[in-house]
C-alpha cells in the first residue's frame, strides 16, 4: 500500500511560490500521482495529476524526480483564496482506491 | 449536467438511531465513493462501488455501516445505531471510470453530510 508523507502546515505570504512536497517511497510503478484541494465545508477538488517529470497547468506545477519516490506541488503568486488543505495522493490497491492522508494545511497571509 | 450532490447536508440525531445519507453522483459516472472525515483530519476511505461489481467494502469502521447503490447510480449509506463518534462530515465521489494501473479518473466531490450524534 503506497503511502505519502507530506508537511502537516506551511505558512507564505501573498504573492510567493510555494512549494509542497511530498514523499511516496513505495509507489508502485503504474501509479500516477495526484494532489487535491480543499477549502473548509467543501469536499476536496482536483489539482493537477502526473507521471514524472513536470505537468504544468493553469493553476500549479508538478514536479516528480526521476525515482518518483517524492513529487513537489508549486503554487506560483499564491493569494489568500489559496488557503487550504492540500492532499498528495497515490492509488491505494489495484488503483480503485485512493487513500487520503492528513494533507498540508497552507495559511496565505497578507 | 450538475456535479455530484448530497442530502441531507446537515443531520442531527440522537445516540442509537438510524440515519440514511444520500449521494447522487455526476450522470455518467459508473465509480462512486465514500469518505468520511472527522474534524480537522484528513478522508477515511468507507466504500467504493463500480458499476454493477460487488462494492469494496474494505473500508467500513464496523458492520453499523452499510452502502447500497442502486441502478448504477444514487447512492445511500447507512449508519445503524448510530454512536457520537460517528460524528463527522460524510463525502460521496464519483468518477467516469476507476483508474487501474493508469491515470486515475478525478473524483467529483460532493459539498458532504454533516452527522452530529448526540
Known amino acids: 500500500l503506497a503511502k505519502t508523507t507530506q508537511p502537516i502546515s506551511m505558512d507564505s505570504y501573498e504573492g510567493q511560490e510555494v512549494n509542497i512536497t511530498c514523499s511516496h517511497n513505495?509507489?508502485?510503478?503504474?501509479?500516477?500521482i495526484t494532489w487535491y484541494q480543499q477549502f473548509p465545508s467543501q469536499g476536496p477538488r482536483f489539482i493537477i495529476q502526473?507521471?514524472?517529470t513536470k505537468v504544468t497547468n493553469e493553476v500549479a506545477s508538478l514536479f516528480i524526480p526521476a525515482d518518483r519516490k517524492s513529487s513537489t506541488l508549486s503554487l506560483p503568486r499564491v493569494s489568500l483564496s489559496d488557503t487550504a488543505v492540500y492532499y498528495c495522493?497515490?492509488?491505494?490497491?489495484?488503483?480503485?482506491?485512493?487513500?487520503f492522508g492528513g494533507g498540508t494545511r497552507l495559511m496565505v497571509k497578507p | 449536467g450538475a456535479g455530484v450532490s448530497q442530502s441531507p447536508s446537515n443531520k442531527v440525531t440522537e445516540k442509537g438511531k438510524d440515519v440514511e445519507l444520500r449521494c447522487d453522483p455526476i450522470?455518467?459516472?459508473?465509480?462512486l465513493y465514500w469518505y468520511r472525515q472527522s474534524l480537522g483530519q484528513g478522508l477515511e476511505f468507507l466504500i467504493y462501488?463500480?458499476?454493477?461489481?460487488?462494492?469494496?467494502k474494505s473500508g467500513l469502521p464496523s458492520d453499523r455501516f452499510s452502502a447500497e447503490r442502486t441502478g448504477g447510480s444514487v447512492s445511500t449509506l447507512t449508519i445503524q445505531r448510530t454512536q457520537q463518534e460517528d460524528s463527522a462530515v460524510y463525502l460521496c465521489?464519483?468518477?467516469?471510470?476507476?483508474?487501474?494501473?493508469?491515470?486515475?479518473?478525478?473524483?467529483?466531490f460532493g459539498p458532504g453530510t454533516r452527522l452530529l450524534v448526540l
Open positions: 513505495n509507489i508502485a510503478t503504474n501509479d500516477y
Open positions: 450522470s455518467g459516472h459508473t465509480a
Open positions: 495522493l497515490v492509488p491505494g490497491n489495484a488503483g480503485n482506491m485512493l487513500t
Open positions: 502526473g507521471y514524472k
Open positions: 462501488f463500480q458499476g454493477n461489481s460487488a462494492p469494496d
Open positions: 465521489a464519483s468518477s467516469l471510470r476507476p483508474g487501474v494501473g493508469g491515470p486515475q479518473e478525478t473524483q467529483y
